[in-house]
T-cell receptor, first 116, second 109 residues
Framework: DTGVSQDPRHKITKRGQNVTFRCDPI?????LYWYRQTLGQGPEFLTY????????KSRLLSDRFSAERPKGSFSTLEIQRTEQGDSAMYLC??????????????FGPGTRLLVL | QKEVEQNSGPLSVPEGAIASLNCTYS??????FFWYRQYSGKSPELIMS????GDKEDGRFTAQLNKASQYVSLLIRDSQPSDSATYLC?????????FGAGTRLTVKP
């Protein structure tokens, strides 16, 4: 399977615990995005990387959230001191940005987080 | 005003009919427009992208873009029960992708 993969697919944690999610993008894609989606809403942008550089972070991304893409390949999203409001589907997407304006993002299967 | 607005639905059409999904956006400089389909509990999957004014057809799907009216639509011809899903409109402005809340479509056999 050469699509975007995410791990784990489901995570249940207790409030106050730290969690880390992993995303492996499509191999030739240079951009990687993280989104959060809650029930009945569209995905909300959290952050994105161009290769290993984190170029933009949403105001939604509090200081409890951190993301890395150390070698420009896979990425991790960590949530520290989880809160019940963090319960959501966390989606990763990747794209190839060639400067032509044509940038289709392909999504992974998501990680569904439940904070008890 | 939301940046990307869609009718939340639900939109219900009989099998074989045309389903029409609409989306408006607020940022005039938006460059690229996408329709994603999302089944319940699954991640979004790309249906179509459109970048220029006019129509773009792909099989049973036709995307229409009118930048002057800041409007993009998706027509699904010969709707099938398997088309029942939430359809997300997404608008890209440089590096910033914004999604609508989605329209839930039900195709009844």
């Amino acid at each position: 399977d050469t699509g975007v993969s995410q791990d784990p697919r489901h995570k249940i944690t207790k409030r106050g615990q730290n969690v880390t999610f992993r995303c492996d993008p499509i191999s030739e894609h240079n951009r990687l995005y993280w989104y959060r989606q809650t029930l009945g809403q569209g995905p909300e942008f959290l952050t994105y990387f161009q290769n290993e550089a984190q170029l933009e972070k949403s105001r939604l991304l509090s200081d409890r959230f951190s993301a890395e893409r150390p070698k420009g390949s896979f990425s991790t999203l960590e949530i520290q001191r989880t809160e019940q409001g963090d319960s959501a589907m966390y989606l990763c997407a990747s794209s190839y940005q060639a400067g032509t304006g044509d940038e289709t993002q392909y999504f992974g299967p998501g990680t569904r987080l439940l904070v008890l | 005003q939301k940046e990307v607005e869609q009718n939340s639905g639900p939109l219900s059409v009989p099998e074989g009919a045309i389903a029409s999904l609409n989306c408006t956006y607020s940022d005039r400089v938006s460059q690229s427009f996408f329709w994603y389909r999302q089944y319940s509990g699954k991640s979004p999957e790309l249906i179509m992208s459109i970048y220029s004014n006019g129509d773009k057809e792909d099989g049973r799907f036709t995307a229409q873009l009118n930048k002057a009216s800041q409007y993009v639509s998706l027509l699904i011809r010969d709707s099938q029960p398997s088309d029942s899903a939430t359809y997300l409109c997404a608008v890209l402005n440089y590096n910033d992708m914004r999604f609508g809340a989605g329209t839930r479509l039900t195709v009844k056999p």
